[in-house]
């Protein structure tokens, strides 16, 4: 039996506002996915020991803040020094057209904008990844 | 890689310990871990300290579980020991997904004291995770002096939590409308300690007067009831004196049941081995034909599985 994927929900930054991620969280789970919620307001620091001590696959974050370019190469880069640079990356929030392409170079495996449809997250968490390990 | 993996659990390397949970959690090389784990490793970190206390928090959705033990963590994180947590929530039966919210309510931290692990229960299950008495030693191993364990709140008596730790808390709230139930579903005589929470809401004094006039009424032992509030911040050191003051139950009996487990393994084992023996058979032969009595039988064959 294929065993679920288990991704880590977290917000970074400092807007207030959970409504989106969580709408986020319960489409993976009835997608069959265990969604570890991790709530608002983590610093990078307390995402990765939470994507490390939950063991987790991907990581989703989601940021509306505007302050991507500091905060998410902060985040790979302790996953890195963590030794999880295998854990998949997800961005979603209002990221500005021109730094996709950046955060992708970085590491990012897909950024989600605000229109994305819940059905295009789901499916991009569902397709193998070919350097897991 | 089983061994490879203990063996970096074994020198406080966290992430072997993440990845093991994961490996138990599925129910993959039970055995190998089980066994390993059995058998004291030299040099161990686990040698002379003194066994983990292990806590189970339960009680309806909703009573507080995860807030409380939030702040548990920090207390017992002040005392100087280091503090597990494996947070179950339920899985939907019919997608096999979960969402694990109880870490969220715990409080975040980047202390190396501090393990949280978030697991998701099947239904049917009963109330916990599968496996979680070899994640308690995989935990206990590492060197966590408190492990706690949430359940997934279905409020009832679960036998399976009782062995699994050595103490109890039965979480309840004020006007919930619980009490006959707790009468019905046996749930006080499960409990070690029982905690009142959300005594910031009014009743909950009455609450607790009933919780004592029902332990009055069956059994006559000697339960703290304990009014706690963790939005008013009251109520947990006096808690935790509680919880400590209690025997550690869960050692002895699992120690010695887990030895027992193995020593089943083994007999089958040699029984298994053994099926075509001529001497087994003339045995099992004379039992099916009544000459020898099923209790004479057994005896000999317990014997014959001896060397
Ligand atoms: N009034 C009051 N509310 C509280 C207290 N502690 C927690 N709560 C609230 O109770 C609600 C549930 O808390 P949780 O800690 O998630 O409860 P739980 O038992 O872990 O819930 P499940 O994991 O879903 O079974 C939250 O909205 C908390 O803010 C308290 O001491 N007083
Ligand atoms: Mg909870």
Redesign the pocket.
């Known amino acids: 039996m294929d065993q679920p994927i288990r991704i880590v929900l977290a917000k970074v930054g400092l807007d207030g506002h959970d409504r989106g991620i969580k709408v986020v969280a319960r489409a993976l789970r009835d997608a069959g996915m265990h969604v570890i919620y991790a709530g608002l307001w983590q610093t990078p620091e307390a995402v990765v020991r939470t994507v490390a001590d939950e063991d987790a696959d991907w990581l989703g974050l989601s940021l509306l803040s505007g302050a991507h370019m500091t905060l998410v190469p902060r985040v790979l880069d302790i996953l890195k020094q963590a030794d999880l640079a295998n854990v998949g990356v997800i961005v979603g929030g209002i990221i500005p057209e021109a730094d996709i392409p950046k955060l992708t170079a970085m590491g990012v495996a897909k950024i989600f904008g605000p229109g994305t449809s819940l059905d295009d997250i789901v499916a991009f968490l569902k397709t193998p990844r070919e350097h897991k390990p | 890689m089983i061994a490879g993996l203990l063996e970096r659990l074994r020198h406080g390397d966290r992430n072997a310990l993440a990845r093991l949970l994961s490996i138990t959690a599925r129910g993959e090389q039970l055995a190998d871990i089980q066994s390993a784990l059995a058998i004291p490793c030299e040099p161990s970190p686990v040698r002379g300290r003194s066994p983990s206390r292990v806590v189970a928090f339960t009680?309806s959705?909703?009573?507080?579980?995860?807030?409380?033990i939030g702040k548990l963590i920090n207390l017992v994180r002040n005392l100087g020991r280091k503090v597990a947590v494996l947070a179950c929530?339920p899985q939907s039966p019919l997608s096999g997904g979960a969402l694990l919210g109880?870490r969220f309510?715990m409080g975040s931290s980047t202390d190396d004291g501090v393990f949280i692990r978030s697991l998701a229960a099947q239904t049917g299950h009963g109330a916990i995770a599968d496996h979680l008495d070899v994640m308690i030693r995989l935990l206990e191993t590492f060197g966590f002096d408190a492990i706690f364990l949430?359940t997934v709140?279905a409020g009832q008596g679960d036998v399976e939590v009782r062995n699994l730790a050595d103490v109890v808390v039965l979480m309840l709230q004020p006007e919930s409308g619980d009490d006959v139930q707790w009468e019905k579903a046996g749930i006080l005589e499960c409990a070690d300690v029982i905690v009142v929470?959300?005594s910031?809401?009014p009743t909950a004094e009455q609450t607790a007067a009933q919780v004592r006039a029902a332990l009055d009424l069956s059994m006559g032992r000697s339960v703290p009831v304990l009014r706690v509030?963790?939005?008013?911040n009251q109520g947990h050191a006096e808690l935790w004196q509680a919880i400590e003051a209690l025997p550690l139950r869960r050692r002895p009996a699992s120690a010695a049941l887990l030895l027992f487990q193995m020593a089943v393994d083994t007999l089958r084992q040699r029984f298994e081995n053994r099926q075509q023996d001529a001497e087994l058979r003339k045995l099992v032969e004379a039992w099916q034909r009544g000459e020898v009595s099923t209790a004479s039988a057994v005896e000999t064959l317990v014997r014959s599985l001896e060397s």
């Open positions: 009680g959705g909703g009573v507080g579980k995860s807030t409380l929530d109880d309510r949430e709140g929470h959300k910031d809401m509030s963790t939005k008013a």
